[in-house]
Every structure is written in C-alpha cells, then in structure tokens.
Nanobody, 116 residues
Framework: QVQLVESGGGLVQAGGSLTLTCAAS????????MGWYRQAPGKQRELVAV???????NFADSVKGRFTMSRDNAKNTVTLRMNSLKPEDTAVYYC??????????WGQGTQVTVSS
C-alpha cells in the first residue's frame, strides 16, 4: 500500500508562483515515473509533467518554459515549481507515481487557482 501526500496548492495572482510537493510513502520497493496531472472545470484531465527514475522530464506544451520539476529518489518525493502562472492553469492538480511491480497511485488532488 502506497500513500501520496500533496501540498502547496492555493490562490495566486496571474504572474505569481506556487510550488507543489508530493511525497510517496508506504510499501515501496521502487518507483518508475512520478508526476502531475491536472483537471480544469469542463476540461479533460491533462498530463502536466512527468519525471522518470532516471531523471528524464517531459512537460506539457502549455507549461513548458514556465514550470520546473525535481525528484528525490531516495525520499520518493517530487516537487513542481510553477512560475508565471496564468488563469488557464487553474485546476485540481493530482500527483501520481508508478510503483514497479505494483499499481499506479494517485494523490487526493490539490486546488490551484490563478486570478486575473
């Protein structure tokens, strides 16, 4: 059993920054990919960013150049730094991890709201 704890969501004005952090804990042997999805009202869920155990990072085109991400493999944490936020970034952000030889796990979601 794996649990993901997210933090860092909140309200911010356009142009501001927020940092989201996700920590995985529990019966973990090895995690392949970790990252973030988001879902805005009335829209499909979108993959925001993913980082593999080897450190390869992919961002959605909509956030590329504005967001950065890092991962601590020893602590099973991932951090998403969101800069130059836009109202279009408003969504519920969900952390996920893919545990080797196990299931995929999801956080409960954290709300990010960007005002104009």
């Amino acid at each position: 059993q794996v649990q993901l704890v997210e933090s860092g969501g909140g309200l911010v004005q356009a142009g501001g920054s927020l940092t989201l952090t996700c920590a995985a804990s529990g019966s973990i042997f090895s995690i392949d990919a970790m990252g973030w999805y988001r879902q805005a009202p009335g829209k499909q869920r979108e993959l925001v960013a993913v980082i593999t155990s080897g450190g390869s990072i992919n961002f959605a085109d909509s956030v590329k150049g504005r967001f950065t991400m890092s991962r601590d493999n020893a602590k099973n944490t991932v951090t998403l730094r969101m800069n130059s936020l836009k109202p279009e970034d408003t969504a519920v952000y969900y952390c996920f991890c893919e545990v080797v030889a196990d299931n995929d796990y999801w956080g409960q979601g954290t709300q990010v709201t960007v005002s104009s």
